[in-house]
C-alpha cells in the first residue's frame, strides 16, 4: 500500500469512528466576538444560523490536499493559455474579454473525496466562508492534551496577513498607482445575504489592517466618470460577493461602468468568472483530447483527469444522456448556489423537459464522501465535501461542508462548515 492510499485510509478511518474534538458553542462566539466585537449579537447565530457550523471537524489526508491543490494550479495554468482562453472567452462581452491583469479574490475549488483520489466537482469565483471557516477551526474542544497538541487547535496566525496580502497584491496587479485606502464588500441586500456574518468578519480584520471599508448593495454605488463612489468616498477595491457575473443588472450599472473604466479594482470580476468559473469550461478542461489539441502539457492532461467527465445537454445527445441518467449529475451553466441542480436518478420527466429547454451541462455523478456525526444521542452519516480557498494558486484555507441532500445546504442538523485536520 502506498503511503497515499495508507493516509487516504487512516482518513477515512478517522471520518467514521473519531469524536476526539467537537465543536465549542461558547468558545465559538467568543472568538467571533474577539475578531468583531460589537458588530453582531454572535450568540444569536445559533438560533438565526443553527446549522452552519458542523458539531464535529473532518479528517483529509496530506496526500490528498496537496492532489487538489494540484488541481487547481493545473486549472489556473491552462486558464493562462491564449488557446483556451480562445475557446473560453469567445462569446463573452468585449469588456469581459479584457485581462485586467487581476487574479480573483477566494477563488472555491471543490471536491469530493474517492479511493481513487479527489475529483473536482465545482469552480466558483466568490467563493464563501473562508472567514467563518478560520475562527472555526479554533473553536474545537479536544477530548485530551494529546490531542489538542497533535491537531494544533490554534489559529492559524497567516491567515490574515495572506488576506492583507492578497488584497494588496490585487490591488498592484491592475496597475493602479495611488495607495489602496477603501475597500467595499458589495453583494445584493448584504444585511438579508445568510453569510453576512462573514462580510462583518471581513471588515473588521481588513479594518484592522488600516483598510476603510463598507457592506453595501450594489445600488449604492455611483460611477462619475472618474471614479467609483459610496456617497462622499472613493472605493478603491470592490470585494464582489454578487452572483450577477456579468454585472447586467440595473443595480449593477456603478460596477459595470468603473470595471470598463478600470476605475476600482473589481475582484472576483467578469473576466475571472467566465475564465475559471462558468461551468462550460468544465466541458473542455475534462476532456483530455481537447486539452491535448490545446496544448496543455502531458503533465497537466493527467492531473486535470481528477475531473469528472462533462458534457453540454444538447438536442442531439438528450436520448443518450437521459438512458444514462443514473450515472450523471445535471447543472445549469448560468446556475450558482446548487440551484436547479439535479442528480440524474432524481430526474422526473418534467424536469428533463425543463432542463432541455435551458443550458445545462451533464457531469458523470461522484458519489460524495460520508462523515458519521454525532448529534446528541444520534449517530449519523453526512455527505461531505471539500473546499479549498485559493488565491493565484496559492492556498488560503481548507474547509468541509456536511450536509444531507442532493446539496450543500446549511439545513442539516449537526451539519455545516467544518473545520479540516490533515492526517
Same mark, same amino acid.
Given at each position: 500500500m502506498t503511503t497515499a492510499i495508507a493516509h487516504r485510509a487512516i482518513a477515512d478511518h478517522l471520518n467514521q469512528t473519531c469524536f476526539c474534538m467537537t465543536l465549542d458553542q461558547d468558545r465559538l462566539f467568543n472568538s467571533l466576538n474577539t475578531a468583531a466585537p460589537g458588530l453582531l449579537d454572535w450568540h444569536s447565530l445559533s438560533t438565526t444560523h443553527p446549522h452552519l457550523f458542523a458539531l464535529n471537524p473532518t479528517f483529509v489526508s496530506h496526500s490528498d490536499v496537496e492532489a487538489m491543490l494540484s488541481v487547481a494550479r493545473?486549472?489556473?495554468r491552462v486558464a493562462r493559455r491564449p488557446s483556451f482562453q480562445d475557446l473560453a472567452l469567445g462569446h463573452a462581452p468585449a469588456f469581459v474579454r479584457e485581462d485586467k491583469g487581476t487574479r480573483g479574490l477566494f477563488m472555491g475549488y471543490d471536491f469530493h473525496l474517492t479511493h481513487e483520489g479527489p475529483k473536482l466537482i465545482e469552480i466558483n469565483t466568490n467563493a464563501g466562508g473562508a472567514f467563518l471557516n478560520a475562527i472555526l477551526r479554533t473553536a474545537q474542544q479536544a477530548c485530551c492534551e494529546q490531542v489538542s497538541e497533535f491537531f494544533d487547535l490554534r489559529q492559524s496566525p497567516d491567515f490574515p496577513a495572506k488576506v492583507v496580502n492578497m488584497v494588496q497584491t490585487e490591488w498592484r496587479h491592475q496597475g493602479i498607482e495611488r495607495a489602496l485606502k477603501t475597500i467595499a464588500i458589495v453583494d445584493e441586500n448584504p444585511h438579508g445575504q445568510y453569510l453576512y456574518p462573514e462580510f462583518l468578519l471581513a471588515e473588521a480584520m481588513l479594518e484592522r489592517a488600516g483598510f476603510r471599508v463598507f457592506i453595501c448593495n450594489p445600488s449604492e454605488l455611483n460611477f462619475d466618470g472618474h471614479a467609483l463612489m459610496l456617497g462622499?468616498?472613493?472605493?478603491?477595491?470592490?470585494?464582489?460577493?454578487?452572483v450577477d457575473f456579468e454585472l447586467e443588472a440595473p443595480a449593477s450599472r456603478a460596477?459595470?461602468?468603473?470595471?470598463?473604466?478600470?476605475a476600482a479594482v473589481i475582484s472576483p470580476g467578469p473576466h475571472h468568472h467566465a475564465l475559471l468559473a462558468n461551468k462550460r469550461n468544465l466541458v473542455w478542461l475534462s476532456d483530455p483530447e481537447r486539452l491535448a489539441?490545446?496544448?496543455?502539457?502531458?503533465?497537466?492532461?493527467?492531473?486535470?483527469?481528477? +475531473? #469528472?467527465? =462533462?458534457?453540454?445537454?444538447?438536442?442531439?445527445? *438528450?436520448?443518450?444522456?437521459?438512458?444514462?441518467?443514473?450515472?450523471?449529475?445535471f447543472k445549469p451553466l448560468a446556475g450558482?448556489?446548487?440551484?436547479?441542480?439535479?442528480?440524474?436518478?432524481?430526474?422526473?420527466?418534467s424536469t428533463w423537459a425543463n432542463i432541455l429547454e435551458h443550458d445545462y451541462i451533464a457531469q458523470s455523478? +461522484? #458519489?460524495? =464522501?460520508?462523515?458519521?456525526?454525532?448529534?446528541? *444521542?444520534?449517530?449519523?452519516?453526512?455527505?461531505?465535501?471539500?473546499?479549498?480557498?485559493t488565491y493565484d494558486g496559492d492556498l488560503l484555507m481548507t474547509a468541509a461542508r456536511i450536509y444531507q441532500g442532493q446539496t450543500t445546504n446549511f439545513r442539516t442538523p449537526g451539519g455545516g462548515f467544518a473545520p479540516i485536520f490533515p492526517v
Open positions: 493545473a486549472i489556473e462622499e468616498t472613493v472605493i478603491d477595491l470592490v470585494y464582489n460577493r454578487l460596477l459595470r461602468e468603473a470595471y470598463i473604466a478600470s489539441e490545446l496544448g496543455v502539457s502531458a503533465g497537466d492532461i493527467e492531473i486535470l483527469r481528477a +475531473i #469528472p467527465q =462533462s458534457t453540454p445537454v444538447t438536442p442531439d445527445n *438528450a436520448e443518450t444522456l437521459w438512458a444514462n441518467r443514473k450515472t450523471l449529475f450558482h448556489g446548487g440551484k436547479a441542480v439535479y442528480r440524474g436518478d432524481k430526474l422526473t420527466k455523478l +461522484i #458519489p460524495p =464522501s460520508e462523515r458519521l456525526v454525532k448529534n446528541g *444521542a444520534v449517530d449519523a452519516h453526512q455527505k461531505m465535501d471539500i473546499r479549498l480557498y
